[in-house]
């Protein structure tokens, strides 16, 4: 079976190719927002795009972080931005809500618009922390290497739930709410899953603790 060693060539290659399409696909999602009619699912895939590059992003510089590279001018543009759109996803979610209580309209999406955006802005919020305190990371010297695997794993998880979303209805089209719902749970959990199981197993080799 094909396997790649962790930091060899071909780990090193795939890595490059992957964060480059994921810049393809954040500049192309927020331009295709931006000229077309602005609708609920478009908008949330946008957000969900920008959170995948966020965390592609991170993952990419913590790598390059390892032997105490300084923080650049780019790394506070990014979180700047990760922040403004998690905001920005946690009050248009908050919104949608409100139509229930004046309108009587349930929307579905204001709910993930909110879940989504917390959890965009509890990730910019510990990468703020860390930044101007790096007393505050997590797994101290290590920090590089586990916020390598957790961001670059969840970059791919959350860029996986959009395709899915995406191309369900058409794998589906007559599929139950149900399918739907498990769409967009079961990549985060199984994905999560993983990448615990993978911390967990480098948490031991390493003889650290949380």
């Not at 590059?53 to 590279?69: M, P, V, W």
């Not at 949608?96 to 209580?101: P, S």
């Not at 749970?185 to 390493?206: A, C, D, E, N, Q």
């Amino acid at each position: 079976m094909f396997t790649q060693k962790k930091g060899g060539k071909w780990h090193k290659k795939t890595g490059i190719i992957y964060y480059w399409s994921m810049v393809v696909v954040a500049i192309s999602a927020v331009g295709l927002v931006l000229l077309s009619p602005f609708t609920n699912g478009r908008l949330f895939l946008t957000g969900i795009a920008v959170f995948s590059f966020y965390l592609c992003f991170t993952g990419k510089r913590a790598l390059q972080q390892r032997n105490g590279t300084p923080l650049q001018w780019y790394d506070w543009g990014v979180l700047s931005l990760m922040g403004l759109v998690a905001l920005a996803m946690v009050g248009y979610g908050s919104f949608q809500i409100t139509r229930i209580a004046t309108r009587g309209i349930f929307d579905a999406t204001g709910i993930l618009f909110i879940v989504f955006g917390f959890f965009s802005l509890a990730n910019a919020h510990y990468d703020f922390k860390k930044y101007r305190l790096p007393s505050k990371a997590r797994y101290a010297e290590k920090e590089w290497f586990f916020m390598h695997i957790i961001r670059m794993g969840g970059s791919y998880i959350a860029t996986f739930t959009a395709f899915a979303l995406v191309n369900i209805r058409y794998v589906f089209p007559n599929a139950p709410i149900a399918v739907y719902i498990a769409t967009w749970i079961m990549p985060g959990v199984l994905g999560g899953l993983i990448i615990s199981r993978v911390v967990r197993h480098y948490l031991t080799k390493f003889r650290m603790t949380r």
